[in-house]
């Protein structure tokens, strides 16, 4: 039995900075149950179900920062993972290669993280520094009528301000099972479920089409980058053997493959080109 099977609201939500089809070959490389669906313009949800995070000795608020870090790893999109639990509630914040930072509240909603978390997700996010930052502010101040879960949902209220809109029923601090079932009934909601290396490599190819940074998707600085990502990939798959260091893993997986498309979509087009 987990360490959180006992607790009916333990929930994670990865807020991810993108349209669902630049999230979605990404999360695949995850290889974990999760629903994704369209969360405002530019952004998407995923939700994870409850089997994918809940082993022995897991925290969710280091489940967040390992899942958030490898969604972005490949990309400069930011990831926002809200988790909560009986330890208390918070959230992490990801791009790329940037250091990934987060925040605690304890259950009764008392502060307890990283105050540049804040600074973080405000500048990683491009949200209003008077505005938004004078919301944030609040959520770091005591407030005995703010427990750990009312706390992520009034993060998701700021985070609204900047085009996130969640549907309906998907509300952090809810228990998993009751998330899941909300994604599910989303109109354009869909599981993110390993489609197999093919599969993947097609979706990737795609993906780097429309990606930010599709002018180097061939080329000299294509072929150049995609060796550096498969190489860096590889070093932190060999770092990450033994222990408990599923998310970088999972981050090197996902270099490693991003990689490896690039290299294959440059081959591929170069024999166009040729043919």
Sequence with gaps: MSATDHIPAAGLLLLCRAAPDRVRPVAQLLRRPMLLAPAGEGWSVLVPAAESWREAGTHLAAVAGDWAHALTVADNWPVVGLWWDADGAGFVVAAGF????????????????????????????????????????????????????ARVLGLAAVLARAGLQLGPGVVPGLAAGRLCEAAGALPDAEPVDWPGWRAAVCGGLGAAERGALGAWTRGPRARALGKAEVAAGVALLAWSRGGARRGWRAAGVVLVADGALTLLYDRWRAGRSAS
Aim: negative net charge; proline residues 8%; without cysteine.
């Design 98 to 149: 940037r250091r990934t930072v987060g925040h605690t509240w304890l259950p009764d909603g008392t502060p307890l993280g990283e105050e540049e978390a804040l600074t973080a997700l405000r500048t990683r996010l491009g949200l209003d520094p008077v505005l938004d930052g004078a919301a944030l502010d609040r959520l770091t101040r005591p407030d005995a009528e703010a427990d750990g879960a």
